[in-house]
């Protein structure tokens, strides 16, 4: 497995190239495998939405990959891009980019089951006053806030090494 980070964002609020190679570096070690990579892609955000991430994809495939995650708003700036277009045109195109396309749904904290979910919850205890979304938002929100991140959000392992000097100011 790659694990492939883009390094170059200066967009305020983002992650510094120092972090995202640290935090990326100790997920891949989390694996405990010989058989994940952590290697950084040197670019920078064109915040292109589809375009970008089919672009992505292209890189990746050239890297040796059979498969590349999309999200849902990759590549995306603000509102500009619909909320699905990236995956969708990723998908329709995936015989032309060479590369199978990888998607799910966005996922959620489901307080009352106290598990991180990605499908709707089958306990019929559970209302979507229970349901806290899980974003790079959310988590950088609490950064800027000097708020520690719950451990249902991020491995403590991670969120020891970000804090709102992680930012680019």
């Not at 980070?5 to 190239?17: A, M």
């Not at 991430?53 to 040796?64: L, T």
Request: with cysteine; charged share 25%.
């Amino acid at each position: 497995m790659l694990i492939q980070p883009l390094i170059g964002q200066y967009k305020k609020g983002e992650y510094k190239d120092d972090i995202i190679l640290k935090t990326n570096n100790l997920a891949a070690a989390c694996f405990r495998t010989s058989k994940v990579f952590s290697i950084p892609f040197f670019s920078y955000p064109r915040y292109a939405g589809y375009r970008e991430a089919a672009f992505h994809a292209i890189v990746r495939k050239n890297y040796g990959c059979n498969f590349f995650w999309v999200g849902r708003d990759h590549a995306g700036y603000k509102n500009f891009f619909g909320y699905d277009d990236s995956r969708k045109f990723c998908f329709k195109n995936q015989s032309k980019l060479g590369i199978k396309i990888i998607t799910d749904n966005e996922p959620y904290y489901c307080k009352n089951c106290m598990r991180i979910k990605n499908t709707n919850c089958t306990n019929l205890k559970c209302s979507t006053r229970d349901i806290i979304k899980i974003s790079g938002s959310l988590v950088r929100n609490l950064l800027k806030k000097n708020k520690k991140i719950p451990k249902y959000l991020m491995d403590t392992k991670i969120s020891n090494l970000i804090s709102k000097n992680s930012l680019v100011k």
